[in-house]
């Protein structure tokens, strides 16, 4: 088999297991600041209890979201290694500056989190849990800095085929960091809120820990309403910037192949490259020039600009608008959650607490066809217009060592995975009366 | 320019110390678990005495790899591409440890099972760091590109398996050092037997991997500085030794730390200016020829420069908090 195909499918699975778990965290931290917050303001033993159980979580998930993540740190020696020459003098350093600044700061104190509530002052614990939360943000930019430094490379010239660094804050801040930035963490808040949602649901609907429920699932469904409207802004900012930087992505996200003016907003459709064409096509006519330049003569470019250089279209066009039909059921789900809340009826109501526990694994559906549309939709380039994927591997490794270690990713992370839901689900079965215990 | 490739070579060596010193306590712990710990309370208490730290230690092995990439990135990709194989069981054993105290603690039914996996998860890595390590101060086959042209089996041969059993040892011993440090009684007691033993073999260890290094290595016997070295590990020991033996416990630490250090500091004066050994001296990666552009080595040390005070300053605070003796707590634990 094709060494670049391996290689591709390796960093794909074992990026998207790892990303199951720091939106999690980045959520989960963003909930606990705000309680442990309540908790040093009323000092009720309520929000302690609450913020308790949710950190015993965020330690569980924690550990995997580290486990998997020294993966990818090492991934890029491992199978590119080179791209690691040719970007290594821009992209390895927001990967040290992520260490030094962000993951530091979010392990060291994770540990007093986790063992120490009865060692520090209230206060030193609040600010353990603010730093937790702060660190595993910063973390997120680092990471996203170097993400987006490969959708829309700046900063840079080419010296002897290599990327070397002209100007840090171009490079960093490049023209898509802030928006992708903006959108990962949103989307990393509605999953830390769904899954504290869910857990009070399944509380409610099971009739136990009631009064902790009932404060976490208004505490949540707000934060799930709210970011989720707030997802809307962002995400067309997002695009915008797709629209200006990365065109061919933009065509493959709406499956538009010619040129257009008034170019419509595609609702559904079925890309067929071969045929360079989508079928069974319905859009809303002008609406994706309206929405990137708010006048529908705008000129959107179509795939055929393009020639070879174009992602592989049905997917792109397929996770994308997964993406965006969920982001739509959120917002919707949030808003019914915000009318219970208004008509003080959101704790009795059982079919919206069934309704949130279904969503859980659906956020997680979004946010990774949300990062699958990103990355194929940069295809074939590794880095946008500089570098083709196929270029990057490392040329030493055989396709017989990536298929070894593709099948043993595939079973520890399957184990891992099972054995996981097992323990969270015991833990929240446990509730947080026992949560309170700290240690193993 | 010079200057910041000189910087970035000491800062590497100083961030994979503090690796070191401090993962290599917890990984210790990790492997000699079974030895130590008999019951599931005892073993509580051990993973409990590294628990609120091991994370925080690994980060030290993250943001090393990360500054590698970024300031020396030929080194990292030749080295993480051609040592592929044994990073991959590195990677595997270090996915079992992390998650191993957590799901230890809550999966009652297969605690043997992640007990295992803690102490393999620890071994494996702890033996293969000194294997890496040595053989890029041996030297490694490198293509023109300097891509590796070996394969699995060029890293097993007999230095690199040599300095692999010293880095265990070691570990080892550290660990046994830091147990004595954090625990009461019967524990106790195990560790400083076992930290005896170790002691007694550490040495043996290492003078036989200096004598084969002096031997073997391109221009090693004439680094005066290595000497020193040399003799301020043989010196460290004996002094860990020492303390483990009046039982000052905190001494014992210290001093078995100070051997971490100067082992780090035997590899680095040894290895500089090299980063890696060629079998072809021309083909050696250097500081000189391999690093990161001026600008990039100049982001990287102010980055440095803010965020590693501030990371040693809040990471001596936490240890702080978790000063003393573990012990279990009343009604606690699964």
Request: charged share 15%.
């Amino acid at each position: 088999m094709d060494t670049v195909l391996l290689a591709r499918i390796q960093f794909a699975l074992t990026i998207g297991f790892h990303f199951l778990f720091p939106p999690t965290t980045l959520g989960l931290s963003f909930i606990i600041v705000i309680i442990e917050g309540m908790y040093l303001k009323t000092g009720k033993e309520l929000y302690k209890k609450i913020s308790s159980l949710l950190i015993k979580l965020l330690g569980l998930v924690f550990v995997i979201g580290t486990a998997t993540g020294i993966v990818m740190e090492f991934s890029f020696g491992n199978n590119w290694a080179e791209y690691s020459k040719m970007v290594g003098d821009i992209f390895g350093a927001p990967l040290a500056a992520e260490g030094v600044f962000a993951f530091f700061l979010e392990s060291v104190f994770l540990g007093v989190l986790v063992f120490a509530r009865n060692r520090v002052s209230k206060k030193a614990y609040w600010w353990s849990s603010f730093f937790v939360f702060f660190g595993s943000h910063l973390s997120g930019l680092w990471i996203i800095i170097a993400n987006s430094w490969m959708q829309t490379p700046a900063g840079y010239k080419i010296v002897n085929g290599k990327a070397v660094l002209t100007d840090f804050w171009a490079a960093a801040l490049n023209p898509s960091t802030i928006d992708r930035y903006v959108h990962v963490i949103l989307s990393a808040w509605i999953t830390g809120s769904i899954v504290a949602a869910a857990i009070a649901s399944y509380y409610l609907l099971k009739g136990i820990f009631k009064e902790y429920a009932k404060k976490l699932l208004t505490i949540s469904v707000i934060i799930f309403a709210v970011v989720s409207m707030l997802q809307l802004v962002s995400g067309h900012s997002s695009a915008n910037v797709v629209y200006k930087n990365q065109p061919a992505k933009l065509a493959a996200f709406e499956g538009l192949w010619e040129t257009k003016r008034n170019a419509p907003l595609s609702l559904f459709g079925i890309p067929v490259e071969k045929d360079k064409k989508t079928y069974f096509e319905i859009g809303i006519p002008g609406l994706l020039s309206y929405l990137v330049s708010w006048d529908t003569n705008t000129e959107v470019k179509g795939l055929n600009e393009f020639g070879e250089d174009i992602p592989p279209v049905f997917i792109t066009y397929a996770t994308y608008h997964t993406m965006i039909a969920l982001g739509t059921l959120f917002i919707l789900i949030g808003l019914i959650g915000l009318w219970l809340l208004f008509k003080k009826v959101l704790w009795e109501k059982k079919w919206y607490h069934i309704l949130l526990i279904i969503t859980t694994p659906l956020v997680y559906v979004a946010v990774q066809t949300g990062w699958m549309a990103a990355e194929i939709g940069r295809q074939p380039w590794i880095v946008y217009g500089v570098m083709k994927t196929s270029k990057a591997i490392s040329n030493v490794v055989p396709a017989g060592q990536i298929i070894f270690s593709l099948i043993m990713f595939i079973l520890i992370y399957i184990l891992l995975f099972v054995v996981f839901l097992k323990l969270f689900f015991k833990i929240v079965k446990k509730g947080p009366d026992s949560a309170e215990v700290q240690g193993y | 320019m010079e200057f910041l490739q000189i910087i970035w070579f000491v800062l590497i060596i100083v961030l994979l110390t503090g690796y070191s010193v401090l993962d290599g306590f917890d990984l210790g712990v990790g492997i000699l678990t079974p030895v130590l710990a008999k019951t599931d309370d005892e073993k509580r208490i051990l993973f409990n005495a590294i628990g609120p730290v091991w994370d925080g230690n690994e980060v030290w092995l993250l943001t090393g790899g990360g500054a590698l990439f970024a300031a020396f990135p030929p080194v990292y990709a030749t080295v993480f591409s051609g040592f592929y194989l044994a990073l991959m069981l590195v990677l595997f054993s270090l996915i079992f440890r992390a998650v191993s105290f957590e799901y230890w603690a809550h999966d009652v039914k297969f605690r043997k099972f992640w007990c295992r996996a803690a102490v393999v998860g620890s071994f494996i890595p702890s033996l293969l760091y000194g294997v890496a390590l040595g053989n890029v101060i041996l030297g490694i086959p490198l293509k023109n590109n300097f891509d590796f042209a070996g394969n699995f089996f060029t890293l097993l041969r007999p230095f690199p398996l040599l300095t692999g059993i010293l880095g265990l040892v070691m570990i080892l011993m550290h660990g046994s050092v830091f147990a004595i440090l954090k625990t009461e009684g019967d524990i106790k007691n195990r560790a400083i037997n076992i930290a005896k033993k170790l002691l007694m073999i550490f040495p043996v260890v290492f003078i036989l991997t200096v004598i084969l290094g002096a031997i073997q290595i391109q221009g090693a016997t004439s680094k005066i500085v290595a000497w020193i070295f040399v003799v301020l590990i043989l010196g460290f020991w004996f002094y860990t030794k020492k303390a483990v033996e009046s039982q000052e416990e905190g001494k014992a630490f210290t001093f078995s730390s100070l051997v971490n250090v100067s082992i780090m500091g035997l590899i680095a004066a040894v290895q500089f200016p090299v980063l890696v050994r060629a079998t072809n001296p021309e083909l050696n990666m250097t500081i000189f020829n391999s690093s990161s552009s001026k600008l990039t080595l100049t982001v990287m040390l102010i980055i440095a420069g803010i965020g590693m005070p501030i990371v040693i300053g809040y990471t001596i605070y936490v240890y702080r908090i978790f000063k003393g003796k573990v012990k279990l707590q009343e009604g606690e634990g699964y």
